[in-house]
Nanobody, 124 residues
Framework: QVQLVESGGGLVQAGGSLRLSCAAS????????MGWFRQAPGKEREFVAA????????YYAESVKGRFTISRDNAKNMAYLQMNSLKLEDTAAYYC?????????????????WGQGTQVTVSS
């Protein structure tokens, strides 16, 4: 069992930045690929970014590439999502998730554990 707790969400103006954190507890954090997903009201959940177990490889949705950066610190059991140049369309609830097999990190249904989410609201 892995427990995930997100933090760092909030209200920010367009063009601003936020850093989301995901604290993991339970089983060995480094055994899991980690991903960030988001869901806006009335929309389906979508992939945002993912990072492999070692942190050597990262993946991004086209919509956030060049603006968001995913990272992890296995010594601290933490994953992060640095979000820069935020746009109105980035407004959503953001969720971190852990995937033990981690061979399809873009696919939400592959993930084993999910956090409760943190809200990001971008205003004009």
């Amino acid at each position: 069992q892995v427990q995930l707790v997100e933090s760092g969400g909030g209200l920010v103006q367009a063009g601003g930045s936020l850093r989301l954190s995901c604290a993991a507890s339970g089983r060995t954090f480094s055994a899991y690929g980690m991903g960030w997903f988001r869901q806006a009201p009335g929309k389906e959940r979508e992939f945002v970014a993912a990072i492999t177990k070692s942190g050597l490889h990262v993946y991004y949705a086209e919509s956030v590439k060049g603006r968001f950066t995913i990272s992890r610190d296995n010594a601290k059991n933490m994953a992060y999502l640095q979000m820069n140049s935020l746009k109105l369309e980035d407004t959503a609830a953001y969720y971190c998730a852990a995937d033990l097999i981690a061979n399809r990190l873009r696919v939400g249904d592959e993930y084993d554990y999910w956090g409760q989410g943190t809200q990001v609201t971008v205003s004009s």
